[in-house]
């Protein structure tokens, strides 16, 4: 499985946040040839109406550890940020998110390569 990125928490933590932007690989930005290779020529996907969630598990299982609902800041822009919880990060270890785009006709969208998350154990 590819991943977009790896992302290091700390276990416990209940204030972070990231922050996406969501792209369309098929149209290309504003003022840009679209590359297939290039996410900076890729036009942000419009998330008007829409929702965006982010479902967590372990690395190498298949059950869910938490689904979070993700907060539409400029839905023209594609931006969403998602705030974990302390159920998200309870544990240490390698965790991975899964984005799924959810459009105002209940149709779904889901990002094929996930995010990596690395939690590491609280001191004490």
Known sequence: MAY???IDLVQGDQLPEIQIILKDSNTAASGAILDADDPTTFAALDLT???VRMRVRTVGQTSLIDTLVGTI???TG???VFVFDSDTLAASGVIEGEIEFTDSSSRTQTVMDLIK???RSQFG
Request: hydrophobic fraction near 45%; proline fraction near 0%; avoid cysteine.
């Open 49 to 51: 109406g829409g929702s």
């Open 73 to 75: 800041i400029n839905a």
């Open 4 to 6: 977009l990125t790896t």
């Open 117 to 119: 998350f690395k939690v």
């Open 78 to 80: 594609g931006v969403v």
